[in-house]
């Protein structure tokens, strides 16, 4: 029984469970009962009265009040785990379980997510079948990385859905002959528990796969997910992901534009009365290109909005984040750069500017979009060519270690702080911070020389990086911003990494100068780091 300090200063509250723990199960009765017009304690006497209905052996009307006291207080735990027991001594061990996935998810909700998989793990350990059990551990362990633990549950969570819903057979067949760790159920084996929203256990599997190196496999049940459920906004974008990931860019570009139909898409569409545009002919048109979602996305599709004005003949405006402006407007002279936060320009349409790839029909062949695109305002760069002069006595190596922790994957991507010690030792003196963020203020630590105070904007940054030989970069903005300068840019990534670096490459399309270092083991930074000191030793 879970009893709040708070709750145990009411006397009468106190006396009653003191009444209940003694046996005096009348007495503890009637003084629940007397408390059950305090709202704070409403929910905590419903669920005492239930408890004493169960000591009684009335398990219909115990289940009844636990059900009560969850319907008024969600996070009062302890009354999921008796309503479960209630309904098992009704006679319906699945429903029963059914009451402890519903506390699996009120605990997940709440952020509690180790306690949610211990749940978890608890319902599939008593009912190896049970659907949404498995389906959810396998999410959970999944979402800790803990991808070889993960797997076995969902595939067993989609197998078992095959037995039910004949169209996965097409999706369970792809899956066979993979080398995966299908189970081996018997016959007569069905799902317990009941079956729904399988287009989201699919495309959890199908993305967790893709991770795996089955790629194939992963787009198999991304395909079968959107076609379970057509409307399935979040089945389309992570399919669309996985397939531009394998370069399939006519079935990527497409499916992306599903984006704006998926409720958790980050980024807000911007207000402007014009229409999208949707490949409509645009000579002597106003077209506003606005940029969406992260930095990095901004400098590496911002080219497209240059294809406009050559290949369709419009006048282009580009609304870009404060941050790029400056850069943007001394880079595309063809072109009118706006804050997107600030006034915008009268036009006949607009369109967001990773819709552009769609309406162009970009091909992997069309890479790189351009070369050296980005160049430093001119007074910036003369700014920084005073300030670097005389820095450093070998190649001067700029370094960025971290990303953005609100992003999701960032754990993933940044470097621990044992880790960048070891990479800033390898530059031998002569390494520059570019790293901007919560993790700045560790450039001492590292013995670099920190540029950060004078990187006010990307115009800054690039002039900064214009006076580097080399920059050696986590999955960040600066990447993308060095590699677009046409500047020597070493990428750091992890195993798993966005889709834009697609797999087991080395090199990039998208940008000449830039070279990849990925982890060939999850987690692993120590061999990359090794491949990189030893590029460095021979320069």
Known sequence: ??????????????????????????????????????????????????????????????????????????????????????????????????????????????????????????????????????????????????????????????????????????????????????????????????????????????????????????????????????????GHWNFALAALEQGDFATGWREYEWRWSWDGFPAPRLQHPAPTWRGEALAGKRILVWCEQGFGDAIQFSPLATWLTGTAGAEVSLAAPRPLVRLFQASFSGITVVDQKGPLPEADFTIPLMSLPDRFGLTPADLPLDQRYLCPPDAAAAAWEERMAGTGRGPRIGLVWAGRPEYSNDSKRSLPLPEAQRLAASLGGNGFSLQLGPRKSEAATLGLTDLTPHLIDFAETAAAVARLDLVVAVDTAVAHLAAALGKPTRLLLPCVADWRWQDHHDETPWYPSMQIYRQRTIGDWDEVLGRLEAELSRA
């Open 1 to 234: 029984m879970t009893v709040t300090p708070s709750s145990l200063q009411v006397p009468a509250l106190a006396g009653a469970l003191r009444r209940h723990e003694a046996g005096d199960l009348g007495g503890a009765r009637l003084g629940y009962i007397e408390l059950l017009d305090q709202p704070d304690l409403t929910p905590l006497c419903v669920h005492q009265l239930a408890v004493i209905a169960a000591n009684k052996g009335e398990h219909g009307r115990a289940a009844a009040l636990f059900q009560r006291a969850i319907q008024m207080d969600g996070r009062l735990w302890i009354a999921y785990h008796n309503l479960s027991a209630a309904v098992g001594q009704l006679g319906d061990p699945v429903a029963a379980l059914g009451v402890l996935i519903d506390l699996g998810c009120a605990l997940h909700a709440t952020g509690q997510r180790d306690d949610a998989e211990q749940i978890y793990a608890r319902v599939v350990e008593r009912e190896p079948n049970h659907y949404a059990g498995l389906v959810n551990l396998g999410t959970c362990l999944a979402h800790r990385g803990q991808q070889d633990q993960a797997l076995p549950h969902l595939l067993r969570a989609v197998q078992l859905c095959g037995r039910v819903i004949p169209m996965l057979a097409s999706c369970l067949r792809a899956l066979e002959g993979q080398g995966l760790p299908l189970a081996d159920l018997p016959d007569d084996a069905q799902p317990v528990g009941f079956v729904d929203k399988v287009e989201e256990a699919l495309t959890t599997l199908g993305k967790l796969l893709g991770e795996m190196g089955h790629a194939d496999a992963g787009l198999a049940c991304h395909r079968q997910a959107i076609d379970l459920r057509p409307g399935f906004a979040l």
